[in-house]
Structure formats: C-alpha cells, structure tokens
C-alpha cells in the first residue's frame, strides 16, 4: 500500500513538472522583436510608438497616447500545444463604447502553410495582471503573430508555453513599411479586438509591416509629427486625419493638407495617399454633421488638386464615396465598427496594393 502511495505520489509530481510553464520575455531575447514599430534603435526595447525625444516636440495627449501598442505585434515560432500571455497595462481595461477585448485584449494568429493568418481563440481574465490562453494544434512548428492591445500601454508581458516546447522570437522584420498617420479610427476604435483594427486587417492582406500612427483626438497633421514621420524610410505614406480637424477653418484646413505634404516630399518621394472622412453615422439624418464632413473634404480636395497642379509627383487620392460606408458600419457616430473597419482596410488596403504594384 505504502509503495502505491509513493508511487501514485511520483506520477502526480512528474504529471506537475510536465504541465510546466516556460515564460519568454521579448524584451530578454536579445534583438529588436516589436514588429511595426518605428525608430527601433530607440524604442525597440519597449512597446511604445514614438521615441522619447518626441516627448518635448509634441502635445502631452498626443504623447501619451504614444505609449498605447496600437498596431504593435510579436511574431514567434513553437510547437507548443498551448501558448499563454501575461501582461500588465498602465489604463482603465475598457471604454464605454470599446470593450476590454479590444481596448486591453491582445490576439493571437497562427500563418498556416498558404501563408494566411488564422485566428487563435482565447480563454482571458483581466485583472491586476492580463492572461490569455490559447489551444493550438502544436502538431509541428508554426509561425504566430501576437497583435498588443489598441488602447492601452503594456508595461510587462511574457509568452508561456509547456516545458519542453520549442520556442523562438522572430527579429523584426527590416522590409520598408507603410506608415498611416491618423485619429482614433486609424489607432483602433472602436473594433472588439485588436486583429480587426483595420490597420491591422490591412496588415495582414498586404503581408507587410504597416506603422500604426493613429492618435484618438489628436491626429491633427501637426508639423511636428509630420516631422518625426518625416524620418521613416517608408514604402508609402497614408495621411487619414480629416476626422480630427472639425473645428479648424476650411483654409486652414487646405494648408494643413498642403503644408504636410510639402514635408514629406522634401524628405522622400515615397507615395502620399491622402484619405477622405468616411462620414458620419447620422449623416444622412443630421445636417450639421454631414456639412462637418462635406466641408472638411472638400477642402482636402482642394488641397490634392493644388498640389497636383503644382506637379507633386506620386501623391493619390480616396473619396468617402470610395469607402462608401453602409448605416451599421459605426459603433456610435464616428468610430466604425468591426464591420466599418474591414471596409475601411478593404478600400485602403487595395488602393495601397494598386499603387505598389503588389
């Protein structure tokens, strides 16, 4: 009886020992991981999206949203049958109208043998510390690309997996990016989890890096971060911040437009797409909001064909007829829903396939 004990004993602990967890810390392995995220050399060591000397060239709101991952990404390769991510974030875990899924939440796609994300489903909890764990096939070594959370600043995080497996982080890719400057919509509001940002959607059809500069309320075409975008050898360049600019005069408008990309064609001859509002929600119900709209790209428009007529090479254009919205794409008034959101990386993402020839 005593040896059935010992034994039924050994069997408990050898069961314990193989359920093991062996945490990885992107930041200990030893070369920059974060993928699509600019200037690495100095911030590659940390989940956030602008380097710290933008601290003292651009507004507080803008800086701090800065710290949020939106569009930030780990890519790794294991046979493990079960991947598990811890993290700890510096913000509330949900909004009101944007859940914690997609606020704090991070997802997890597995690139099968076409080369094609498919989507990991997660057990979660958010508490003092975020898991996440996912069940996976584990039948052989597979490439994953773990998408961090859209609103929120991560401040620690580990990827797990059984003792034993095999594990390996996957340098940050060096290819040129396309890089978008934008509002909330471009940073990630307000979709239920960060693979259905529409950057990210996008991402994922190009099968490129794309760098998320998408600032809630303060995508402004502010000469200071058009300076610092200025300063990314990019692929091409996605101007979408006519949200952001409702209060601002119509001339004022035109020259924000112009004055921007005068900055970066002094820098680059990379392609500029400049892209409309894609409207409002009650636009056809209110008409206060659909003159903001109507106004704000009309005077965009202007802004494209002075700079066309001036010979501006390499620079194109999306109307909001284009995007061309249906009434369920928004969550409340401005900020697209999941389904918004597949729109709007479907019409960008073609028009960006279509202008690099891919």
């Known amino acids: 009886m005593k040896r059935s004990f010992i034994l039924a004993g050994a069997a408990v602990m050898a069961l314990a020992m193989s359920a093991q967890t062996q945490w990885h810390n992107p930041m200990d392995a030893g ?14 060591h940390s989940y956030a999206r602008l380097p710290d000397r933008a601290e003292s060239m651009v507004r507080k709101p803008l800086w701090d949203l800065s710290r949020n991952s939106a569009g930030l990404a780990l890519n790794f390769k294991t046979d493990a049958p079960n991947i598990k991510v811890r993290y700890t974030v510096d913000g509330p875990h ?26 990991c489903f997660s057990g979660y909890s958010f508490a003092d510390t975020v898991s996440f764990s996912f069940s996976v096939p584990g039948d052989r070594v597979a490439e994953y690309h773990l998408n ?43 979709s239920s989890r960060p693979g ?13 890096p794309v760098v998320n500069l998408g600032f809630s309320g303060n995508g402004r075409l502010e000469p200071e971060m058009l300076s610092l975008i200025s300063e990314i050898d990019a692929e091409l360049y996605v101007l979408d911040c006519m949200p952001n600019l409702t209060t601002t005069p119509d001339e004022t408008v035109e020259k924000l437009v112009t004055d921007a990309v005068h900055q970066l064609r002094a820098k680059s001859n990379a392609p500029i797409l400049l892209v409309e509002h894609a409207g409002y929600s009650n636009g056809e119900t209110n008409a206060h909001q659909k003159k903001t709209y109507s106004r704000l790209n009309a005077s965009q428009r202007r802004a494209f064909d002075k700079l066309q007529a001036e010979g501006t090479s390499n620079l194109y254009y999306i109307t909001r007829g284009e995007l061309n919205y249906s009434p369920d794409a928004w969550v409340d008034y401005v900020h697209p829903s999941d389904l918004g959101a597949q729109r709007q990386a479907d019409v960008v993402g073609a028009r960006v396939k279509a202008i690099l020839n891919k």
Not at 31 to 44: K, R, T
Not at 94 to 119: I, K, Q
């Open 148 to 190: 961090l959370p859209l609103y929120n600043t991560v401040t620690w995080m580990e990827i797990g997996t059984p003792d034993g497996a095999s594990f390996e982080f996957l340098p940050r890719a060096e290819e040129k990016p396309v890089v978008v400057y934008g509002t909330s919509i471009a940073q990630g509001a307000c």
């Open 196 to 208: 259905m940002g529409w950057i990210n959607i996008m991402r994922r059809n190009l099968d490129m």
């Open 31 to 44: 070369f920059y991981v974060v993928q699509n995220q600019a200037w690495p050399d100095e911030i590659g």
């Open 94 to 119: 949900s909004m009101p109208h944007m859940p914690a899924t997609g606020v704090t939440g991070v997802d997890l796609y597995r690139v099968g043998d076409n080369g094609e994300e498919d989507f």
